[in-house]
């Protein structure tokens, strides 16, 4: 099983850029999908999540009010919308799937309750 991960790019402080992952080899709807990112010389840290049924989601403070995850599961993708970017959000950026389906909380996410990764997509914006 492999997410694929798609929209990174550079772009200029405040633009904007939608992240996508998809995968195929498994049922998309059971499972708890999430956003993460590491910057050089930083430990993996979690954006962004979305519950199975789509109806909760969470958002790390650097990512309140600026990013939007949403998913399409008829699509089995799942999207990260970002805009007013900054420079601090240059990092690889991975979207992941949650073991036994549930890793997104209303209080926040880790990244050991996650199973299954995608490739990353580099992200750099520029000021």
């Known amino acids: 099983v492999q997410l694929q991960a798609s929209g990174g790019g550079s772009v200029q402080s405040g633009g904007s850029l939608r992240l996508s992952c998809a995968a195929s080899?498994?049922?998309?709807?059971?499972?708890?999908l999430g956003w993460f990112r590491q910057a050089p010389g930083k430990g993996r840290e979690g954006i962004s999540c979305?519950?199975?049924?789509?109806?909760?989601?969470y958002s790390s403070d650097s990512a309140k009010g600026r990013f939007t995850i949403s998913r399409d599961d008829s699509k089995n993708t799942v999207y990260l919308q970002m805009n007013s970017l900054k420079p601090t959000d240059t990092s690889v950026y991975y979207c992941?799937?949650?073991?036994?389906?549930?890793?997104?909380?209303?209080?926040?996410?880790?990244?050991?309750?996650?199973?299954?990764w995608g490739q990353g997509t580099l992200v750099t914006v520029s000021s």
């Open positions: 979305i519950s199975f049924s789509g109806g909760s989601t």
């Open positions: 080899e498994f049922t998309w709807r059971y499972y708890d």
């Open positions: 992941a799937r949650a073991d036994s389906g549930h890793g997104c909380y209303s209080w926040g996410m880790s990244k050991n309750d996650f199973d299954v």
